[in-house]
């Protein structure tokens, strides 16, 4: 699933990344790591403070441009560029804004599609919980409320 985030970035990752000449070509793949990474990170930390109705409710109810869980994934990515790539920080934010909402949209549109198992939101949030725990009755459960 990890690996499947990484390819949805790496696609998205034309005009903020690879063609964004604030970002060196030698940190292209790096930073397309950080940013799928930066998506985990939150995502993560949605689940670990117990907010996980809250994210179930983002992936059934997008409102994405306008959600705080996006916003803290443009920071992080955007806060990770200026840091450790010297990306000066009004470029990684521009840089972060461009890439990280379009990969939520197609994010929660992939995880809305029946057939695509990878990103389905069970599978995807007992992913981020290291499969410690079966979701799915949550998430069913939340569909219907």
């Not at 604030?22 to 670990?48: C, D």
């Amino acid at each position: 699933m990890f690996e499947k985030l990484f390819m949805l970035v790496k696609n998205n990752a034309g005009t903020a990344v690879i063609e964004n000449p604030a970002i060196p070509a030698k940190y292209h793949e790096a930073v397309i790591n950080e940013a799928s990474s930066s998506i985990i990170e939150v995502l993560k930390g949605q689940m670990e403070t117990g907010k996980i109705k809250e994210l179930i409710r983002y992936f059934q109810f997008s409102g994405i441009y306008n959600n705080s869980l996006v916003s803290s994934m443009v920071n992080k990515f955007a806060n990770k560029l200026n840091n450790f790539y010297g990306i000066d920080p009004k470029s990684a934010l521009l840089a972060s804004n461009t890439l990280i909402p379009p990969v939520m949209k197609e994010l929660v549109k992939q995880s809305k599609n029946e057939h695509n198992e990878d990103f389905g939101l069970s599978n995807l949030l007992s992913k981020l919980n290291g499969n410690h725990a079966d979701l799915s009755g949550l998430v069913n459960q939340m569909k219907v409320a």
